[in-house]
């Protein structure tokens, strides 16, 4: 390949890439992220889990900017049962945070309690255990409010606000209509539709699924 041929196909991908941006921007719809149980760790309560100074092991980028998969994984337990291999997501944060199922209370024996991520007041408790030590904390276990991630920008293409509270449409043999999904506005979010395992399986809605926004 010589070099015109080079600058024309650089050209050519950069003009592909830029109407892939376009349509999306012009796009009702929004992919879905599903989201299986698992735990945010406090720097602290890491140290307690896997010995003092551990750092996070990145195993792989999510879609969230900043956020990854790590290899570390940790044993929940509760009243009545326990769920291992529970999977640490990163970076570290000021406090633990336990995601799980709604199906996941009932083998724990606590209650089940929908909040937005970082709404933990009120919370369960719950003892997890990892390789060097176990925690017991006092608050912190939800099961994750339906929410969708988005920019500002978005947020006025859509025609929706932070905090606000919307109805979303999926297609396909199972779909239906979720109502309370919580938008969450910020210049750090990627547009995303979360939802967890239970109410993707329930709409027959995978990881290449896509959704709308009814009001």
Do not use: W
Request: a neutral charge; charged letters at 20%; one cysteine or more.
């Amino acid at each position: 390949m010589d070099k015109s041929e080079a600058v024309l196909k650089l050209l050519l991908e950069a003009v592909q890439s830029s109407i892939a941006r376009q349509a999306q921007q012009e796009s009702n719809e929004i992919p879905v992220g599903v989201s299986n149980r698992h735990i945010h760790l406090s720097q602290s309560d890491l140290n307690s889990l896997f010995g003092e100074g551990c750092q996070l092991t990145k195993m792989k980028e999510l879609s969230q900017p900043g956020q990854y998969a790590c290899k570390e994984t940790v044993t929940i337990c509760g009243p009545k049962g326990a769920i291992e291999k529970v999977r640490v997501l990163g970076p570290v944060r000021s406090k633990t945070q336990v995601e799980v199922l709604t199906g996941d209370c009932f083998k724990l024996g606590v209650p089940a309690q929908a909040r937005l991520s970082g709404e933990l007041t009120g919370t369960p408790g719950i003892t997890i255990i990892g390789p060097k030590g176990s925690v017991q904390t006092t608050e912190g276990l939800i099961v994750a409010q339906r929410h969708i991630h988005m920019t500002p920008a978005d947020a006025q293409r859509f025609g929706v606000a932070d905090g606000q509270t919307v109805s979303i449409k999926a297609g396909g043999p199972k779909g239906g209509i979720y109502s309370n999904v919580a938008v969450r506005a910020n210049d750090a979010s990627a547009l995303e539709c979360h939802l967890d395992t239970e109410e993707a399986n329930a709409m027959g809605l995978g990881s290449s699924a896509k959704i709308t926004i009814v009001k």
